[in-house]
T-cell receptor
Framework: KQEVTQIPAALSVPEGENLVLNCSFTDSAIYNLQWFRQDPGKGLTSLLLIQSSQREQTSGRLNASLDKSSGRSTLYIAASQPGDSATYLCALSGYSTLTFGKGTMLLVSP | EAQVTQNPRYLITVTGKKLTVTCSQNMNHEYMSWYRQDPGLGLRQIYYSMNVEVTDKGDVPEGYKVSRKEKRNFPLILESPSPNQTSLYFC??????????FGPGTRLTVL
């Protein structure tokens, strides 16, 4: 059964810093990997989708990588802003389900 | 606008009173699913549907029912809710091969 771990569980940085969020998984037989953002008590907003055959995806200040051989994905956020404060979740897509990590809670201070 | 909608957004009910949470998507997706989110446990899948009239259990199906009579709708039914079903519920559509989109969530409290 797929297990997904996100490190760190929480991260606090000053505005302007570049940062990396980590996601590791145990089963490389995946269709894709998706990164989501969740604001407190709110829904999930899709940030990036990396298909199994891809190595990375970029959207604005966000860059996500996927290394299936090592069971790792990273989400890189450039020039962080207070508005980036949220919980970031990675999710691995198998045949019938998304398996989520517990998330990294990010706080960006002005 | 492409979206997944859920209703109600908030619901407080009592043990044993049947309820239905509706989910609808306008993206013509075949795949839809339900998740619940609990502190410390993260998001866990309840049920999923690969297409109309095709549904299957996820990781935590006990106490829930679903139906998929139309492509756009995938209601979640709690026939006899209990306090341990107090949670934040999300409907999703789009996967498993493609990007998944989530609804805004339904916060359910069972007293």
């Amino acid at each position: 059964k797929q297990e997904v771990t996100q490190i760190p569980a929480a991260l606090s940085v000053p505005e302007g810093e570049n940062l990396v969020l980590n996601c590791s998984f145990t089963d490389s037989a995946i269709y894709n990997l998706q990164w989501f953002r969740q604001d407190p008590g709110k829904g999930l907003t899709s940030l990036l989708l990396i298909q199994s055959s891809q190595r990375e995806q970029t959207s604005g200040r966000l860059n996500a990588s996927l290394d299936k051989s090592s069971g790792r994905s990273t989400l890189y956020i450039a020039a962080s802003q207070p508005g980036d404060s949220a919980t970031y979740l990675c999710a691995l897509s198998g045949y019938s389900t998304l398996t989520f990590g517990k998330g990294t809670m990010l706080l960006v201070s002005p | 606008e492409a979206q997944v909608t859920q209703n109600p957004r908030y619901l407080i009910t009592v043990t044993g009173k049947k309820l239905t949470v509706t989910c609808s998507q306008n993206m013509n997706h075949e795949y839809m699913s339900w998740y619940r989110q609990d502190p410390g446990l993260g998001l866990r899948q309840i049920y999923y549907s690969m297409n109309v009239e095709v549904t299957d259990k996820g990781d935590v199906p006990e106490g829930y029912k679903v139906s998929r009579k139309e492509k756009r709708n995938f209601p979640l039914i709690l026939e006899s809710p209990s306090p341990n079903q107090t949670s934040l519920y999300f409907c999703a559509s789009g996967g498993p091969y493609n990007e998944q989109f989530f609804g805004p969530g339904t916060r359910l409290t069972v007293l």
